[in-house]
C-alpha cells in the first residue's frame, strides 16, 4: 500500500534580503527553481521564498536528487530521506509534493533510494526512478497527482541513471533518460556507443519500456514545444540540440575553462524557457560547489551570465504578478 504522509511547513519569504545575496536572480514573468542539498528556492520578480522538506534527516542523505516544478508554477516535487532505520545504519526516501497555496508538503512511498524527478507537461504526472524495498535495480515509476498512486512502468532492468535527468515528451507517451552503458541488456544493442565515455541518451516508450539510443551524453531535457531535445556532450563542455528522432545534431553553445578555473556544464540538465527560445544553463566552476547560470538565446547563441557562484537553476515557468499560486 501506498504511504502518504501530511506536514505543514510554512514558506519563508526573504523580503529583506537582495535576490544577489540570496545567490539566485529573477527574470520577468517568470518563477525560477533554485536549489541545492539542503535548501529550495522559488524566485520570482516579486520575491524569493525558501522551501525545506518536513524531515530533518538529512534531506538527500549523502547525495543531491534534482527536483522539479509542475508547468504551471503551483506545486514542487522532491526525493528525499523521510527517516533513518537504525537497525540497518540507513536511510528511507520518499517523493515529497509540495503545495505552494497550501504551505504543506505530502510524501508517498518507502524507497531505499531515490533520484531526479520530473513533472510532465501538463503537471498530471511525475516521473522517477527509486530501487524499492527488497529490489536490487532501480524501478522508472510514475506517480499520478490526481489520485496519489504510483505505478511501476516498463523499463530496461539496470540501465537506468538514477540520479540522471529526465524528460518528457509533449504527449507524455515517451521519456529523454540517461542509460547506464556498463549493464548493458540483451534487448538493447548500443553498437555505436562507447561505455568509457559515460552514459548515453536515449528515450523510452513508456508503455512498452522499448529505448532508442542516439548518443554519448548526459542531462537530456525535451523543449516544451517537442522539437528539441537538449544535453550535455561527454565532456560538459557543449551543449547539443537534436530532434527526437536523433536527427538535426547541432551544438547549441560551448563554455570554456577561464584564468582562474575549469568550467562545465552540469549539475542538472538544461532548463527551457516555456516558449522553447531560451535554455538555463549551469556552469560549474572547478568541479563545484561554485554555480554560474547562463541564459542562452537559441536563435542567436548569445549568452548572458545571469548569476555568479550562486545556486543551482532548475526550473523555469511562467509567472503573473498578483495571480495565485492555483491559478
Known sequence: MLKSTVASMSLV???????D??????????KLLFGNYNDLRIATPDSVQQIRPPFDEGFNRGYFAYPSISPNGDTIAWGFATRWQQDKYRARFGLGV???????????????????????????????????????????????????TVTTAPHPQGWLETKGSMGWSRDETRLAIEIQQDQPASSLKPTELDADRGPAIGVLEINNGSVQLFGNGFGPAWSPTGEWIAY??????????MHPDGTGLKTATTVKDSWFSARSFGGTAPVWSADGKHLLLNVIKNGGPLIDVVLLDLATGHTTTKSKSGLLVFGWVPYRRGATEKE
Open 13 to 19: 519569504l526573504i523580503g529583506a534580503v537582495s535576490v
Open 21 to 30: 545575496a540570496l545567490k539566485t536572480f529573477t527574470l520577468p514573468e517568470s
Open 98 to 148: 509540495y503545495a505552494l497555496a497550501a504551505q504543506k508538503w505530502k510524501t508517498y512511498g518507502d524507497y531505499d533510494d531515490i533520484g531526479t524527478v520530473a513533472f510532465s507537461p501538463t503537471g498530471s504526472k511525475v516521473a522517477f526512478v527509486a530501487r524499492q524495498q527488497g529490489k536490487v535495480k532501480e524501478d522508472l515509476l510514475i506517480f499520478n497527482v490526481a489520485t496519489e
Open 232 to 241: 550535455y556532450d561527454p565532456t560538459g563542455k557543449k551543449c547539443l540540440l
